[in-house]
């Protein structure tokens, strides 16, 4: 069985550009969370999406936004590239929007997209 | 209310010794607490995971032991291998809501052969 899948795997872009990532959840899982790693930190909680709908955000900028498609996969953007920007970008899946019940809120990551702003 | 603190920050062992990562959180909604294992590169992967209605929960090598009153949880990695060399992070998270996973700062293992 296929795990989550993100694309690309590397991406280099300069300050100002926008930058778009996909993500496709394991086969089954309705819900996508995005977070944010640097370099030496814990991921950082960007965005949870369920059923193509926003159902909660983090600590980030308006230059963050994302989308859920009928096929459950799922974009981050991020516009105005700045250079702080520079991280690890995960997406995880769970089974379930809330996490209710063993298990349905379990997050399986991704291998992430390495960003580096310059 | 939402961080959770981890400690030590990095931690070497001799292969075969005990290896503990410990945490502490506090937001008590909290009601699941998972660990990940992250190598270099890689995205972290599942460890374990407790809920605060055990006190200890074992998978192979790996133990979870939770102290619910003081808010405190650990993993123990019973005869650590070079292997088992990587990231740990600990998390935590509130059921009810969406799954918003708060995350340690993690702790950089070495096991030395």
Redesign the interface.
């Known amino acids: 069985d296929a795990g989550v899948t993100q694309s690309p795997t590397h991406l280099i872009k300069t300050r100002g550009q926008h930058v778009t990532l996909r993500c496709s959840p394991i086969s089954g899982h309705k819900s996508v969370s995005w977070y944010q790693q640097v370099l030496g930190q814990g991921p950082q909680f960007i965005f949870q999406y369920y059923e193509k709908e926003e159902r909660g955000r983090g600590n980030f900028p308006d230059r963050f936004s994302a989308r859920q498609f009928p096929n459950y996969s799922s974009e981050l953007n991020v516009n105005a590239l700045l250079l702080g920007d520079s991280a690890l970008y995960l997406c995880a899946s769970s089974l379930a929007g809330l996490a209710g019940g063993p298990g349905s809120g379990t997050q399986y990551f991704g291998p992430g997209t390495r960003l580096t702003v310059l | 209310q939402q961080q959770v603190k ?1 400690s030590p920050q990095s931690l070497i062992v001799q292969k075969g010794g005990i290896s503990i990562i410990n945490c502490a959180y506090e937001n008590t909604a909290f009601d ?1 607490f ?1 660990w ?1 294992q992250q190598f270099p ?6 460890l374990i ?1 407790i ?1 605060p209605d055990v006190s200890e929960k074992k998978e192979g090598r790996f133990t979870i032991s939770f102290n619910k009153s003081a808010k405190q949880f650990s993993l123990h990695i019973m005869d650590s291998q070079p292997g088992d060399s990587a990231t740990y ?1 600990c ?1 935590g ?14 702790t950089r293992l070495a096991v030395h052969p």
């Open positions: 981890q699941y998972p990940y590169g890689k995205g972290p992967a599942l995971a809920r992070f998390g998270m509130f059921s009810g809501g969406y799954n918003k996973l708060i995350f340690g700062a993690g």
